[in-house]
């Protein structure tokens, strides 16, 4: 057999794995990114399972920042339901969305909105920081009270320019802010994420037809 065609059968091999390897992953991230401006989440009162160890953990170091648990909501992903749990200030000037990651960190997203547009986001401990017109995000990777204080620093800041955010005091002022995040932001937040998950496997597909075409070659 001709050494062409050997290398072009290993190629194929290699590149086949690599595609039942990174192909699965990079449909569901695909999925959950196409739908993002759409998606809803829900109120899951009564059906959220009880929080994960990490979870109630920042529940409880939320309350001490100056947050109270006001209910949970539910997602419905590709990849099957989420529930996240969600806390507002006491002074109603945030809110923020507690949740398992897929790591088993528990993450924490706290967010202001203003009436004309402008939000304000602090991710904990991971997460994406952009500054663009209408959306600022910081992520803070040290501790959760040090990612509080700075969200309060940042809302002052933008207060003297935006004025008062809108309040959030119960689940369907969450829902109706969530939904705006979304339809203005969702779809671009993801996109870095997404294309890093799903760049691999598109590579991978390009070795396959490679490495397929060497073959047809090795044939003439």
Do not use: C
Request: zero cysteines.
């Amino acid at each position: 057999m001709p050494i062409e065609r050997i290398l072009a059968i290993g190629l194929l091999i290699v590149s086949v794995a690599m595609v039942a390897r990174l192909g699965p992953g990079a449909i569901r991230s695909w999925q959950i990114y196409a739908g993002t401006g759409k998606r809803r989440q829900l109120d899951a009162a009564g059906r959220a399972p009880e929080a994960p160890n990490g979870v109630r953990d920042r529940i409880a170091a939320l309350g001490e920042q100056g947050y109270h648990h006001i209910g949970e909501t539910r997602l419905e992903l590709p990849v099957g339901e989420r529930f996240a749990w969600i806390m507002a200030a006491d002074d109603g000037d945030s809110y923020a969305i507690l949740a398992g990651g897929l790591s088993g960190t528990a993450l924490t997203g706290i967010y202001s909105a203003w009436s004309d547009g402008m939000w304000l986001g602090t991710m904990h401990p991971i997460g994406s920081a952009t500054d663009r017109p209408g959306l600022q995000v910081r992520v803070i990777p040290t501790t959760l009270a040090d990612a509080v204080a700075m969200h309060r620093t940042g809302l002052e800041r933008l207060r003297s320019v935006h004025g008062g955010p809108r309040p959030v005091r119960a689940i369907p002022d969450m829902l109706a802010l969530d939904a705006d995040y979304r339809t203005r932001f969702g779809g671009s937040r993801l996109l870095p994420i997404t294309i890093r998950n799903v760049l691999p496997a598109v590579l991978a597909v390009l070795v396959l037809i490679l490495a397929l075409i060497l073959l047809a070659v090795t044939f003439r």
